[in-house]
């Protein structure tokens, strides 16, 4: 019986809390038409500074081509960090975690745990080479 009230009563400071926080979000004096310009301003300025950052590449690599592969390994090489972690992760949970019982899920788990690494490196080291190879054998 005590169990019962005391679920009861965290479900109902549950909802109360929700409640505070739905109360407290519509408040706010803001404008739905505001929200969308800003929206919209953001996303113009985030895609200036990307073509900025295109063109700075195409120059610096004399070739719009060149330009781009490097602009775009960049961008591997920026976004591979944070995946190559969450995949490490993911893999260790299946070798180390679910892998106790399972024992082909442990080397599921370390057969991806390598693969996510070797990947990751890869995606560190090719921008490196690119450029050695673009930059220092084209001329």
Request: charged share 15%.
């Given at each position: 019986?005590k169990?019962?009230?005391a679920?009861?009563?965290?479900?109902?400071?549950?909802?109360?809390?929700?409640?505070g926080?739905?109360?407290?979000a519509?408040?706010?004096?803001?404008?739905?038409?505001?929200?969308?310009?800003d929206?919209t301003?953001n996303?113009?300025?985030?895609?200036?500074?990307?073509?900025?950052?295109?063109?700075?590449?195409q120059?610096?690599?004399?070739?719009?081509?060149y330009?781009?592969?490097?602009?775009?390994l960049?961008i591997i090489?920026?976004?591979?960090?944070?995946f190559g972690?969450v995949?490490?992760?993911?893999s260790?949970?299946?070798?180390?975690?679910?892998?106790?019982r399972?024992?082909?899920?442990?080397?599921k788990g370390?057969?991806?745990?390598?693969?996510?690494?070797?990947?990751?490196?890869i995606?560190?080291?090719l921008p490196?080479?690119?450029?050695?190879?673009?930059?220092?054998?084209?001329?």
């Open positions: 019986m169990k019962k009230i679920a009861i009563i965290i479900i109902f400071m549950f909802v109360l809390s929700l409640w926080t739905i109360a407290l519509t408040d706010t004096n803001t404008n739905t038409a505001d929200l969308r310009n929206a301003v996303l113009v300025q985030i895609k200036d500074q990307q073509l900025e950052t295109l063109q700075d590449y120059d610096s690599y004399g070739d719009a081509t330009g781009f592969v490097a602009y775009i960049n090489r920026i976004y591979s960090i944070p972690f995949g490490i992760a993911i260790g949970i299946y070798r180390y975690i679910i892998g106790i399972k024992l082909d899920v442990r080397d370390f057969g991806a745990m390598i693969g996510i690494i070797t990947a990751m490196v995606c560190q080291v490196l080479v690119f450029a050695i190879v673009v930059r220092g054998w084209r001329g």
